[in-house]
């Protein structure tokens, strides 16, 4: 049984700034921050823009956790909202369509939660079948793709959506002078993106549009000893990241056996892989990322060019990258993807992908 991909749209605040015009805002801001060492950090990221849900000068007048999260509330709600409709208007469908609206982030609270503020927004139905997700972080584009997929399975003729919101720009800590923080201040954006699929049995899941590729199966790995290597610290100032130097280790270590054992189950090799949609973790989370299987550059090109154009999104990153993927290169008909995202826990999300072929 699997699951047609139908859309998949981002949507961008309207403030999109030069990283070195970021880099200047946070010396300037940035308690105790070494500048040198920030200019360093921020070099090395690969990440020459961003988009931020504020101006930069509006930044220091949150003030606390309080006000920041109404601010991501109250955008994160525009965002997703924007990034739902859109996601549906290309494939000729309305939020009363949709049987089930799955979302994440990790960058806010909200309760209710962003989908169930989105659905008076934009018109979803009252027996709209809700899921958030919380807390999965960079993995929870991926993995809310394969809960799609899950709850699709026993509603082949449903309409399902993920709508990612991540506002990371809200989460800086201006306190904060770690190797950690740092980092992040300059891999970090804001963004959203939405997923529109339907199950098997949907009259548009008989499109041959090698564009609209089919889920055929998933993996979630969760790694044994590995709950401070990324995540949250909480306190009274807000969301104080946790970002261990060590991941690319545990992603060379780990991922290239996980992919190969989860295509093995499904009568695959590596070489039946012949595109990729991937996490834009960071330049060295890439270079691991390609260790680990056995491609050059290239097989991740449009996800080293997402970092590059608006960084690390979190969870809406890889839907990005999913975005650039069906829009700039479409997969070859009859063709196998693979989609993957690591995030807090440590974990990993596999998502099998498999372009149409028109023989159905």
Request: proline share 6%; net charge negative.
């Amino acid at each position: 049984m699997t699951m047609r991909v139908l859309s998949v749209r981002g949507a961008l605040p309207e403030h999109r700034h030069r990283q070195e015009e970021i880099t200047e805002y946070l010396a300037a801001t940035l308690a105790r921050a070494d500048r040198s060492v920030l200019e360093r950090f921020h070099r090395n990221v690969c990440v020459e823009t961003r988009h931020t849900v504020l101006p930069l000068r509006e930044y220091a007048r949150l003030g606390d956790f309080g006000r920041s999260n109404d601010v991501f509330i109250r955008a994160g709600v525009e965002l997703g909202a924007r990034a739902v409709v859109d996601a549906l208007k290309d494939v000729g469908l309305t939020p009363a369509d949709v049987d089930y609206i799955v979302s994440c982030t990790v960058t806010g609270l909200a309760v209710p939660s962003l989908e169930a503020r989105v659905a008076a927004e934009i018109g979803l139905r009252p027996d709209v079948v809700r899921l958030p997700l919380v807390g999965l972080g960079c993995v929870a584009g991926a993995a809310g793709v394969a809960r799609l997929h899950d709850l699709l399975r026993g509603r082949p003729d449903g309409v399902a959506v993920l709508m990612s919101v991540e506002l990371c720009s809200l989460t800086l800590q201006r306190d904060d002078a770690s190797v950690a923080n740092l980092v992040a201040s300059g891999l970090f954006g804001d963004g959203a993106a939405a997923v529109v699929a339907v199950g098997s049995g949907h009259p548009l899941a008989r499109s041959d549009d090698p564009a609209r590729p089919e889920v055929l199966a998933s993996r979630s790995r969760l790694y044994p000893d590995s709950e401070r290597m990324m995540g949250w610290d909480v306190g009274s100032g807000g969301l104080r990241i946790v970002l261990d130097a060590s991941v690319p280790d545990l992603v060379r270590r780990h991922v290239g056996d996980d992919v190969r054992g989860f295509l093995a189950d499904h009568g695959l090799a590596r070489d039946d892989v012949r595109w990729y949609v991937a996490h834009p973790g960071g330049p060295k989370v890439l270079e691991a990322l390609q260790d680990a299987l056995e491609v050059d550059r290239d097989a991740l090109g449009l996800t080293w060019d997402s970092l590059r154009r608006i960084g690390n999104l979190s969870s809406a990153s890889v839907l990005h990258v999913m975005a650039d993927t069906l829009a700039d290169r479409p997969p070859p008909p009859g063709s196998h993807g693979l989609m993957l995202a690591m995030g807090p826990g440590f974990c990993s999300e596999l998502v099998l992908l498999r372009a149409p072929d028109g023989e159905r």
